[in-house]
């Protein structure tokens, strides 16, 4: 199916949204359908705050920012040389002109180049009045105020145009766009000290399981640490998210619906992990009836097939944040490590992307050849830890090992994910295969 608007089908039911997909199905969902019926239901957060610049590394525009000047300013050199007139260039000869001054960075000169003139620029110096043409200071013989300029030199050339960066009213960076180096570098050449930026959408989480231990605790026999609440953390302050750690919740459904309620008073968003399997998920159902509107499915993915996903119910009407946001969008992750990553990367992030606004919902994806041979089954898209690297100047990619959903490990080593395709069968090495990558400098 093809992606809708993201927030398309925010203002309805999210079963009545899935079960509307003639594609849907609960007990084999593809990825793509999941996907596509999450970000139908990801409405853009309201609310945008004025930052300094300084601060908003990471942020989204709210909205598209308009240039109040022409970048440059000025018609300027481009490189050291000469400003003349291009009427002065001859083709069959050299041209010798009287240099009346010079025009530095930040010191234009004054006065203007009149016919058989010139004036000495440096690179980003003004154009002077009266010039239309930069002739490189290497090609030009200079005897007391006398350049001669050699034939051949093109009219127009080694100048930046005024506003050919940016044009007065023109807009600059569109709203949507994450504020990356380069985009805070593009808002301080107009000149802004502050941007309008998306609020960061806050996200609740917390890990479900009797098992669980908190790190800093000592091990005890049957027990596990708690990772998920690390990983996640991690995910969510690189999408742009502000997290709310509601702890561990033990299986037991008191606690759970109260964790819940909690998370849906402040956050526009609640992940939880663990505790969706298909026994589970039995006893969670209910309660998540109550708490709002939860759909269970079994994905065909590996690793992560079991999933929820829903939409938990407003603040109600007794409460102090009743009114002010709707329904938190509700994410069941799978509680082996692996899978919560993979299916977070999958489906949550494109989500919580959207939330804030951005159009560019995946990480960059290429296509690439294995190393080696993989056994894929037909009919689920399988997701293997990848290492994206350049043998012999070719760009390749590999597993990272043992592929088990409990090896964190595994997620440790890759810079990217490799995604089997649904339909896809076993992979012959050499094959090309989709490579989503992970790791970013901008
Ligand atoms: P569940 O989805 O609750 O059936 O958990 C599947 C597996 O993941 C079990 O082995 C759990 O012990 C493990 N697991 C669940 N939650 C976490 C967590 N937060 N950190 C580490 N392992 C977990
Ligand atoms: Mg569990």
Redo the contacts with the bound molecule.
Sequence with gaps: MTTPRPGAAASEGVARVATRNAAYNADSLRVDTARALILSLAACVEGAELLPLAGALGRVLAADLVSPIDVPAHDNAAMDGFAVRGADLREDAPSRLRVLGASLAGRPYAGSVGAGQCVRIMTGATLPAGADTVVVQEVVSLQGDRASIPAGQQPGSNLRRAGEDVKTGAVALAAGTPLRPAELGVVASLGLDRVEARRRPCVAYF???D??LKVGESPAPGR??????ATLAGMLARAGCDGIDLG?VPDDPMALEQALTRAALEADAVIS?????VG?ADYIRPLMRRAGEVLFWKLALKPGR?FAFGRLNPPAADSPAHGERPGALFFGL????VA?MVTFYLLVRPALLAMQGRADLDPPRTRVPVLHGLAKKAGRTEVLRGVLEAADGKWQVRATGAQGS?LLTSMAKANCLVVLEHERGDVGAGEPVDVLILDGIA
């Design positions: 890990s479900t399981g098992e669980l596990v640490y708690d990772s998920n609440r561990i992990s663990g505790g969706v399997s589970d079991p799978p509680g082996n490590p919560a409990g």
